[in-house]
């Protein structure tokens, strides 16, 4: 018996000590995060009329199904082109590739007020509106845990593509905003009258006392 918790004791002391070893390389080869560059004037300028550009071409043409199709249409209006409608549906994947994010997307509901950030998904807040429509949709992730989907959105800058795909379409959206608020400060929400994606993270990396946001403008959506 003596032998045996002998045994046990010692076998804790390893795993302690390996565990003690493993935070201590994480915390070593953790990746350096760079806070937030602030937009110089003439790339505030870009995304001023960027923004501007963007919002004449926000409508989107949907084919419409002639009378010989309309009774097929009917049977296979899940599948068919024309029964995709921008906003119709919610984001299942959102990718930015400047920052080599390709994440799933999943639906977040406020619970008495308050949105909780997503584990290991971007969250998407569903009291704004989906991919495509009118609006302004607001998409969240951890910055330094559970997958640190968003800690480099701050690298972002105007132009930048950001993505959203949904059963039938993409949406690419284009930065024209960034900010960096208070956590109280809810004004990044405020209903655009344009289709706009907000993402929201935590900031500075593993103090996370104020929230990064970048907000972009419906470019282009591609059907399939």
């Known amino acids: 018996m003596k032998k045996f918790v002998s045994a046990l004791g010692s ?13 201590a390389f994480a915390f070593v080869h953790r990746q350096p995060v760079a806070a937030p560059k602030r937009w110089t004037a003439a790339q505030q300028f870009t995304a001023h009329k960027l923004a501007r550009e963007l919002a004449v071409h926000q ?32 984001a299942l994947r959102i990718i930015i590739p400047k920052i080599h994010v390709d994440a799933p997307v999943v639906q977040t509901a406020p619970i008495q007020g308050v949105w909780e950030v997503a584990d ?27 997958g640190e989907l968003f800690k480099r959105i701050g690298e972002l800058t105007p132009g930048d593509s950001i993505q959203l795909r949904t059963r039938h379409a993409l949406y ?6 960034q900010q960096t608020v208070d ?30 946001i970048i907000q972009g403008v419906l470019k282009s959506t591609t059907r399939g």
Request: glycine share 6%; aromatic share 8%; with cysteine.
């Open 11 to 23: 076998l804790m002391v390893l795993g302690g000590m390996m565990l003690l070893a493993y935070v």
């Open 59 to 90: 409508q989107l043409r949907v084919q419409q199904p002639s009378r010989v199709h309309k009774k097929k249409a009917v049977v296979a209006a899940t599948n068919s082109s024309y029964a995709f409608m921008p906003g119709s549906e919610p």
């Open 120 to 146: 290991w998904a971007v969250g998407h807040l569903t009291t704004t509106p989906d991919p495509g429509a009118a609006g302004n949709g607001a998409y969240s992730a951890h910055d330094d845990i559970k």
């Open 183 to 212: 956590p109280t400060n809810i004004h990044p929400l405020d209903p655009t009258t344009n289709a706009t994606v907000t993402l929201i993270s935590c900031y500075p990396y593993w103090v996370d006392t104020q929230r990064t």
């Open 172 to 177: 690419t959206y284009s930065v024209v905003n």
